[in-house]
């Protein structure tokens, strides 16, 4: 079955830089676009980005669009978000999620991002 593990998510200052990470197995990783969606403290989930099957084309909500980088490496099943000039608003548990902006499905556990000084 579908299984997606995030890690490396952690406690960060504003203005700092985290890359969290998601290893899939259960189905064919580069035939799928995936996703980031995230909750945030007593909020419902919210869109991140996606990214198409061949990694050439990525998507992000405003609110992130030139500070995060969604890639991936078919060859290893991986899926990753580089954050960079992190807010205390971006605060929230990171989740991939396997399809597009508004197909995707399937999440994992999630990682933890915290921002505050």
């Known amino acids: 079955q579908v299984q997606l593990v995030e890690s490396g998510g952690g406690s960060v200052q504003p203005g700092g830089s985290l890359t969290v990470s998601c290893a899939a197995s259960?189905?064919?990783?580069?035939?799928?676009?995936m996703s980031w969606v995230r909750q945030a403290p007593g909020k419902g989930l919210e869109w991140v980005s996606s990214?198409?099957?061949?990694?050439?084309?990525?998507y992000y909500r405003d609110s992130v669009k030139g500070r995060f980088t969604i890639s991936r490496d078919n060859a290893k099943s991986t899926l990753y978000l580089q954050m960079n000039s992190l807010k205390s608003e971006d605060t929230a548990v990171y989740y991939c999620?396997?399809?597009?902006?508004?197909?995707?499905?399937?999440r994992g556990q999630g990682t933890q991002v915290t921002v505050s000084s």
């Open positions: 999620a396997k399809g597009g902006s508004s197909t995707w499905s399937n």
């Open positions: 259960g189905f064919t990783f580069s035939s799928n676009m």
């Open positions: 990214i198409s099957t061949a990694g050439n084309a990525a």
